[in-house]
């Protein structure tokens, strides 16, 4: 199991989506059973992954025409994302 420092240090140098999977699924498992770090990083590993996957959508054009977010408001996400960690 990978340690808590490991997984601080990984969320706060990249997003948890931008990962390559053999980083990804340690973190996922150490974040659901660590107690410690968990409830912190599921919180940010979660907020990330419904961003990228609002904006997947969105790219798809499966976002209702007034649910689009204009470019300012994903600066504002992600500004938001960035002070989190
Ligand atoms: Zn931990």
């Not at 706060?12 to 989506?17: D, P, S």
């Not at 968990?38 to 649910?67: F, I, P, T, W």
């Amino acid at each position: 199991m990978i340690a808590c420092k490991q997984v601080a240090k990984a969320l706060a140098n990249h997003r948890y989506y931008e990962l390559p999977w053999w980083r990804r699924i340690p973190m996922f498992i150490h974040i659901r059973l660590c107690v410690m770090c968990g409830k912190y990083h599921r919180q940010v590993v979660d907020m990330q992954k419904g961003v990228h996957d609002y904006l997947q959508h969105e790219e798809a054009g499966e976002v209702e025409a007034h649910l689009h977010l204009s470019e300012a408001a994903k600066k504002r996400i992600e500004q938001a994302l960035e002070q989190k960690q």
